[in-house]
């Protein structure tokens, strides 16, 4: 399968400890993004790589909230003391260089905050 | 900012029948993409249709159409004859990176 893959799909923690989430997107695809999406809602914007490079990021994208795509490959988004209202959804999307701005999107990985 | 705005949050349909989901949205672009994203329950979401700004003609795939009208900065979703496979939520989504609608959860009754 060479779709977009997100680890782990389910996690819950307690509130204040850290946890971190692995996409790897379709490998020809230079451009990832992660989005969050709560329950009833449209995902969110997070941030977004192109290659290795971190472009954008959303206000959403608290100091607790980092991520990294060290070699421009797979990336990951690491939440710090996480609070409840973190409990998300958190997707990773993927596009290559082709200007028709279609991202092909991960099942996701979801968050439960105790 | 860009924003997109869907208007019904469910809608149901009967089997082999059509429906017309709405969306508006708003962008500061001159040159934009508009997409309607499906998402099936517990699933990834995956592309429905696509339509690119700069084209007059309204886009189609199958069963799938867009009625796009520009000025309004309208962009509605038709599906036509009606599975019970198109039961899922729908967002509207414009530009890159993608800002969506908060999504229509589609019915589908047999």
């Known amino acids: 399968d060479t779709g977009v893959s997100q680890n782990p799909r389910h996690k819950i923690t307690k509130r204040g400890q850290n946890v971190t989430f692995r996409c790897d997107p379709i490998s020809e695809h230079n451009r990832l993004y992660w989005y969050r999406q709560t329950l009833g809602q449209g995902p969110e914007f997070l941030t977004y790589f192109q290659n290795e490079a971190q472009l954008e990021k959303s206000r959403l994208l608290s100091d607790r909230f980092s991520a990294e795509r060290p070699k421009g490959s797979f990336s990951t988004l690491e939440i710090q003391r996480t609070e409840q209202g973190d409990s998300a959804m958190y997707l990773c999307a993927s596009r290559d260089r082709e200007n028709t701005g279609e991202l092909f999107f991960g099942e996701g990985s979801r968050l439960t905050v105790l | 900012a860009q924003t997109v705005t869907q208007s019904q949050p469910e809608m149901s349909v009967q089997e082999a029948e059509t429906v017309t989901l709405s969306c508006t949205y708003d962008t500061s672009e001159s040159d934009y993409y508009l997409f309607w994203y499906k998402q099936p329950p517990s699933r990834q979401m995956i592309l429905v249709i696509r339509q690119e700004a700069y084209k007059q003609q309204n886009a189609t795939e199958n069963r799938f159409s867009v009625n796009f009208q520009k000025a309004a900065k309208s962009f509605s979703l038709k599906i036509s004859d009606s599975q019970l496979g198109d039961a899922a939520m729908y967002f509207c989504?414009?530009?890159?990176?993608?800002?969506f609608g908060k999504g229509t959860r589609l019915s589908v009754i047999a």
């Open positions: 989504a414009v530009n890159t990176p993608l800002v």
